[in-house]
Nanobody, 119 residues
Framework: QVQLVESGGGLVQPGGSLRLSCAAS????????MGWYRQAPGKERELVAR???????GYADSVKGRFTISLDYAKNTVYLQMNSLKPEDTAVYYC?????????????WGQGTQVTVSS
């Protein structure tokens, strides 16, 4: 079973930075993409950023210019560098792996890491 281990969340003041990491293991097949999603209380889970193994990236409009996603394919690890954090970035952040196998592509989720932006 694929495992995703997230780290790097915490409490930070507005304007501060955090770096999230998500390491995948026990992968069968190959990675199509990895990404970060977030869910704030009372809201639906939303895409924050996604990176494919062919080098393309995509971001939610709300984080463009502030967040940077990077994928280390050799380490099966995805990072999210978050700068200029705002209170509205407060949420539980989830890592997602798109695992490509012969039968199709399967999604796996991490356990989530809390990010709180507050003074």
């Amino acid at each position: 079973q694929v495992q995703l281990v997230e780290s790097g969340g915490g409490l930070v003041q507005p304007g501060g930075s955090l770096r999230l990491s998500c390491a995948a293991s026990r992968i069968i097949g190959s990675i199509n993409a990895m990404g970060w999603y977030r869910q704030a209380p009372g809201k639906e889970r939303e895409l924050v950023a996604r990176a494919t193994t062919i080098g393309s990236t995509g971001y939610a409009d709300s984080v463009k210019g502030r967040f940077t996603i990077s994928l280390d394919y050799a380490k099966n690890t995805v990072y999210l560098q978050m700068n200029s954090l705002k209170p509205e970035d407060t949420a539980v952040y989830y890592c997602k792996l798109e695992n490509r196998r012969m039968a199709g592509t399967y999604d796996y989720w991490g356990q989530g890491t809390q990010v709180t932006v507050s003074s």
